[in-house]
């Protein structure tokens, strides 16, 4: 999380909200980073966790991210939900929650949701005060 942590600080850099994130290998490899690239891009995809996980398919030649962990200082989005479940990720960890627009567990739990296909496990509140500090500084700031 430390990793995703220095990661989300290069998103403040270009005024994108500083949220970071990592994909691991099954072994703790790290396959991919990303953080948020909205403002720096123009791209409305373009959240830390969609990047880190097209990054990581390119670099496996796959779309499955099987026996691969999602690590992210924010709760995930609807759309990034999304994207880890269809991505086949087997452990999202994440830090703060999103109390106003997170789907894995706060305003909703797309990630377990029994319909689906795919539920990663789900590890949360992983230095979640951290993530939180780093989000209230920035959104202070503005």
């Known amino acids: 999380m430390r990793l995703a942590l220095k990661e989300a600080e290069q998103a403040a850099l270009s005024g994108d909200v500083p949220v970071g994130a990592l994909v691991l290998a099954a072994d703790g490899t790290l396959l991919a980073s990303g953080h948020n690239e909205r403002e720096a891009t123009g791209d409305p995809t373009a959240h830390a966790e969609v990047l880190a996980i097209r990054r990581a398919a390119e670099r496996l030649g796959r779309w499955r991210l099987t026996g691969c962990t999602l690590v992210v200082t924010l709760e995930p989005c609807t759309m990034c939900a999304g994207a880890i479940v269809q991505s086949r990720v087997d452990r999202l960890v994440y830090g703060a929650r999103d109390d106003k627009a997170g789907a894995a567990g706060s305003l909703w739990d797309l990630v377990r949701d029994r319909r689906l296909n795919h539920r990663p496990e789900v590890v949360l509140?992983?230095?979640?005060?951290?993530?939180?500090?780093?989000?209230?500084?920035f959104f202070r700031e503005r």
């Open 125 to 137: 509140g992983v230095l979640g005060e951290e993530c939180a500090r780093q989000l209230s500084a």
